[in-house]
């Protein structure tokens, strides 16, 4: 087994990694990196048939979860090339590209399903389902020629699945060559203690922050971010209070095919049409979207009468429309995302948006990647025999917490 990893090996996101044994070839996952905006005219990565579709030995494309930064690419890639990922990530994407322009529709030529192995030319595959911030995310066990790969994709041991962690460390993939494994939290100023928030702690501060909040909560999170969703829905209601979703997570959290995820027509949920998505429902004539929702619509009058009871979903795009409908009166902001995007221009937009209107923000989150002690307690577990790290902006470090890290650079052939 050869391995060329042609993005990733420097940074957070814009995975992307090949897999060679005699002449067969997969890629896993097609990322677009974080660090380049979404307008710019990327190239793939030099992955012989990836860009013309007709290279046979190419056997396909495995996405191991639904975040921009390990699918994004796809778009460029013809329909010839197979691609395998989750059946609910798929649902998800689908959705996100009627709503926005970070979905796709992809017509799969299988699905990945928790500790079920399947076979493209020379490779066995198996899928170990993860505990992230993005829905049916999957670590991916690659055996081809003897030699066995373990890539973590991106995972966590402290969301609302971290039981899928604890299952891994109990019951690890057996004799692994290399463990191909995240390191988001390994950065420059890491010390290899930091632990990370719960999500069930980031439910205990909601719930404070709810309580005290005079006026509506403005719950600003990512709308893949189904964890997270289900954080402010459950702190909503040990608040007295009523969560607001806007129609495009009432189309996700529907797609996640889970019922034990808040829904649309659950108690104690409405559902708002921001502006941008009712143009969206006009242009394409797609109706039957609101009205499957229309007995739990809310509208702008009822949010400014009702202004004291509310959690609402809400994002930047929507201030105009918030302002207008007067229910920003002791209203309280919760950014549940990376602190990070608040520097970047569009969070000082925000920010000074907020200053305006005397509305407070507060930061409640926790981080979709795993702490650098739990990713120690995985090397422990599956004892590989090297770890290569990807998925970090400070792969150099990786010696300083684990044993017998082998550094690669993008773009190297190597040898597993």
């Known amino acids: 087994m050869r391995v060329r990893i042609h993005r990733g090996a420097n940074e957070v996101g814009g995975n992307c990694v090949e897999v060679e044994h005699d002449g067969a070839r997969i890629v896993l996952d097609l990322g677009w990196p974080l660090t380049v905006e979404h307008d710019v005219d990327l190239p793939l990565p030099p992955v012989a048939g990836l860009a013309s579709g007709d290279d046979p030995s190419l056997l396909g494309i495995v996405i191991s979860h639904p975040?921009?930064?390990?699918?994004?690419?796809?778009?460029?890639?013809?329909?010839?090339?197979?691609?395998?990922?989750?059946?609910?990530?798929?649902?998800?994407?689908?959705?996100?590209?009627?709503?926005?322009?970070m979905g796709m529709d992809i017509a799969p030529a299988g699905f990945l399903w928790h500790r079920?192995?399947?076979?493209l030319g020379p490779f066995k595959l198996t899928a170990y389902l993860n505990d992230h911030s993005a829905f049916d995310a999957y670590s991916l066990l690659v055996e081809v020629g003897g030699r066995k790969l373990f890539y973590t994709g991106d995972m966590r041991a402290h969301g609302r699945k971290a039981n899928l962690f604890e299952e891994l460390i109990r019951q690890p993939p057996g004799g692994a060559d290399v463990l191909l494994m995240e390191g988001t939290h390994i950065r420059e100023d890491a010390d290899g203690t930091e632990r990370s928030r719960t999500e069930q702690e980031v439910e205990e501060v909601c719930v404070e922050t709810f309580r005290r909040t005079p006026g509506i909560v403005l719950a600003m999170y990512s709308p893949q971010n189904i964890d997270r969703l289900v954080t402010f829905y459950r702190a909503a209601l040990r608040s007295d209070r009523v969560f607001v979703m806007d129609l495009y997570a009432a189309a996700t959290t529907a797609a996640t095919g889970r019922d034990t995820i808040p829904r649309a027509d659950w108690d104690r949920v409405r559902v708002y049409l921001p502006r941008s998505q009712k143009h969206r429902i006009v242009e394409t004539q797609a109706f039957e979207r609101t009205d499957a929702v229309r007995a739990k619509?809310?509208?702008p009058e009822e949010l400014r009468e009702r202004r004291k009871q509310l959690v609402m979903q809400f994002r930047f795009s929507m201030a105009k429309e918030l302002e207008a409908a007067g229910c920003l009166d002791g209203a309280q902001a919760v950014w549940s995302m990376w602190p990070g995007y608040l520097r970047e221009p569009s969070g000082q937009r925000l920010l000074a948006w907020l200053d305006q209107h005397g509305t407070p923000l507060v930061v409640h989150h926790a981080s979709g990647h795993a702490s650098i002690p739990d990713l120690q307690r995985l090397v422990q577990a599956i004892g590989p025999g090297r770890v290569v790290p990807i998925h970090s902006a400070a792969g150099d470090r990786f010696a300083e917490f684990f044993p017998r890290v082998d550094r690669q650079r993008d773009g190297i052939l190597w040898e597993v």
């Open 116 to 119: 079920q192995s399947f076979v």
């Open 67 to 101: 975040h921009f930064d390990h699918y994004g690419l796809l778009a460029k890639v013809p329909r010839s090339v197979p691609v395998y990922l989750g059946e609910a990530a798929l649902r998800i994407l689908r959705e996100a590209a009627f709503f926005t322009q």
């Open 297 to 299: 619509r809310i509208f």
